[in-house]
Structure formats: structure tokens, C-alpha cells
Nanobody
Framework: QVQLVESGGGLVQAGGSLRLSCVAS????????MGWYRQAPGKQRELVAT???????NFADSVKGRFTITRDNAKNTVYLQMNSLKPEDTAVYYC??????????????WGQGTQVTVST
């Protein structure tokens, strides 16, 4: 089994910064892409940013230029640096990792989510 544990969420004023971390653990053979998604109240979950094992990144248009995604492959960890935060960034942020274990092919695993609240 694979577990993803997020940390770093919280309450911040508009214009501020937060850094989210997500550590994957368990019977991991290989991790392909890792990423962050978010879900605001009453809205569908949406992609924020992804990063491949080789470091290729992809961002939602709404966060380009403000958010940065990085990963430490040796630690099975992905980070999301969020700068110039806006109230519309308020959401529960979920970590995702496409992971292969010793018994299962690549599939998506999710963390439990961490709340990010941006006040005006």
C-alpha cells in the first residue's frame, strides 16, 4: 500500500506565501508523476500543478507565475511553493502520485488533503 501525507497548509493573508509538502511512503517501486490538486467548496477538484520524474512541470493558468512545484525523488517528496496568494486560492489541496508497487501497476494515490485559507 502507498500513503501520501501532506503538510504546510494554514491561514494566510492575501499576498502571502505558503509551502506545501507531501511525502509518499509504503511499498513503492517507482513514482511517475506527482502533483497537487485543489477543491474549493461547491466546486470540482482541479489540477494545480504536476511534475514528472524528470522534472517537467505543468501548471493551471490561474497559478502560473505564482506557484512553483518541485520534487525530491530520493525522498519521494513533492513541494508546492505558493506565492502572491489570493482569496480564490482558498481550497483543500490534495497531493497525488502515480505510483507502482511490487504488486500493482501504476495507479493514482491521493493524500488526505490540507486546508489552505487566504484571507482578504
Amino acid at each position: 500500500q502507498v500513503q501520501l501525507v501532506e503538510s504546510g497548509g494554514g491561514l494566510v493573508q492575501a499576498g502571502g506565501s505558503l509551502r506545501l509538502s507531501c511525502v509518499a511512503s509504503g511499498s513503492i517501486a517507482s513514482i511517475n508523476a506527482m502533483g497537487w490538486y485543489r477543491q474549493a467548496p461547491g466546486k470540482q477538484r482541479e489540477l494545480v500543478a504536476t511534475i514528472t520524474g524528470g522534472g517537467v512541470t505543468n501548471f493551471a493558468d490561474s497559478v502560473k507565475g505564482r506557484f512553483t512545484i518541485t520534487r525530491d525523488n530520493a525522498k519521494n517528496t513533492v513541494y508546492l511553493q505558493m506565492n502572491s496568494l489570493k482569496p480564490e486560492d482558498t481550497a483543500v489541496y490534495y497531493c497525488n502520485a502515480r505510483t507502482r508497487t511490487a504488486w500493482l501497476p501504476f495507479q493514482d494515490y491521493w493524500g488526505q488533503g490540507t486546508q489552505v485559507t487566504v484571507s482578504t
